[in-house]
């Protein structure tokens, strides 16, 4: 199986058992070996006090693409520690975007960093993710 097969497959049967971020309507767009993109339009009901987009929902958004990039070495991987820093507000309608990059990855542990935008490409939140692999393998029939 190729690198690219297997990031597929591994996401595959993540989002399979993920109702959490199907929920809320997210949608992978990609995803490669250490990558992914998520994306999710801006609904009514994830609005906070304040008018926009409640910053859990953009938290959740990179999270959610974080974990598909982390999980595309057949290792099942969990979020260790991450980090937002929120640059402007969401507003309802606006489809966000969560771009995911591996920045290393050694042993069990990886950094990952999302960016979350607007679909025109201005920039909502910056997200740093480290990853904890747990030991064990989605597939087990698997050169990887």
Not at 13 to 35: F, I, K, Q, T
Not at 76 to 99: I, S
């Amino acid at each position: 199986m190729t690198p690219e097969a297997l990031a597929r497959a591994c996401a595959e049967a993540m989002l399979a058992d993920d109702p959490a971020s199907r929920s809320l309507g997210m949608v992978l767009e990609h995803v490669g070996p250490g990558v992914a993109r998520m994306a999710m339009a801006v609904r009514a009901d994830m609005v906070n006090g304040h008018g926009m987009c409640h910053g859990g929902f953009i938290f959740m958004l990179a999270d959610s693409a974080f974990a598909f990039a982390c999980n595309t070495y057949n290792e099942r991987t969990v979020a260790q520690h991450c980090a937002v820093t929120f640059l402007r507000p969401a507003q309802v309608g606006m489809r966000l975007v969560a771009v995911a990059g591996e920045r290393s990855r050694a042993g069990r542990s990886g950094i990952y960093d999302i960016t979350v935008s607007t679909a025109e490409g201005t920039g909502i939140a910056e997200f740093r993710g480290h990853s904890r692999g747990l030991g064990t393998r989605f597939f087990e029939d698997t050169d990887a």
